[in-house]
């Protein structure tokens, strides 16, 4: 094992040299840089919230992809962003989409699906942690879930990648669920 620092004083570098030999204690033989030790707290560094949201789920959509990028381009053409879009697999050729969206939009949105078949959770927050290390640190999802059904937040649709994970929940357990993550990750 070789540690290599540079520093002015002697105690830089043996704090450095001594929490870096606490973060080896117990792993198993690989090698390991600064980004691994300083992820290893908690690899959710951002915690961003907003409580204006709406989330629209169109229900029983002919599973094409041309049908729906015609529904998310009239979106796009009154200048209203979406975000979190997730769709089911498809069962019987037909898929469920959600998507957020400001709540101030809600209406020009509904105006736009008239016709289709939707649900709409109205008095929505959203939700996401983000962090570089979340794709190397494993747990950070199980934290994420258990922080959330521990204030009894209820998730409508969530949406993940290596580095953030989305949610939308009742408004209602905004200030909860956001206390349960800090506390979760240590923010």
């Known amino acids: ?19 870096a030999a606490r973060f080896l204690l117990g792993k198993p033989p690989g090698l390991y840089g600064m980004k691994e030790m300083i992820t290893a707290g908690s690899a959710v560094t951002r915690l ?24 998310f381009q009239s979106i796009a053409r009154e200048n209203i962003s979406v975000d979190m879009i997730s769709q089911t697999a498809p069962v019987d050729g037909r898929v469920e989409i959600s998507f957020s969206l400001p709540r101030a939009d809600l209406d020009r949105a509904r105006g736009l699906l008239a016709g289709m078949r939707t649900e709409v959770v109205t008095e929505a927050a959203k939700l996401a942690v983000e962090g570089p290390g979340m794709e190397t640190q494993s747990g950070v999802a199980a ?8 204030v009894g937040a209820r998730i409508h649709s969530v949406t993940t990648s290596e580095t953030k994970i989305s949610c939308v929940i009742d408004r209602a357990a905004q200030a909860r669920a956001v206390a349960a993550i800090k506390e979760a990750f240590r923010l």
């Open 48 to 71: 961003y919230v907003s409580g204006e949201e709406a989330l629209v789920t169109l229900l029983e959509v002919p599973y094409d992809t041309a049908r729906i990028a015609a529904v």
């Open 1 to 19: 094992m070789e540690f290599r620092h540079a520093a002015y004083s002697r105690s830089i570098f043996a704090s450095g040299a001594l929490q």
């Open 143 to 150: 934290r994420f879930f258990q922080a959330m059904a521990a």
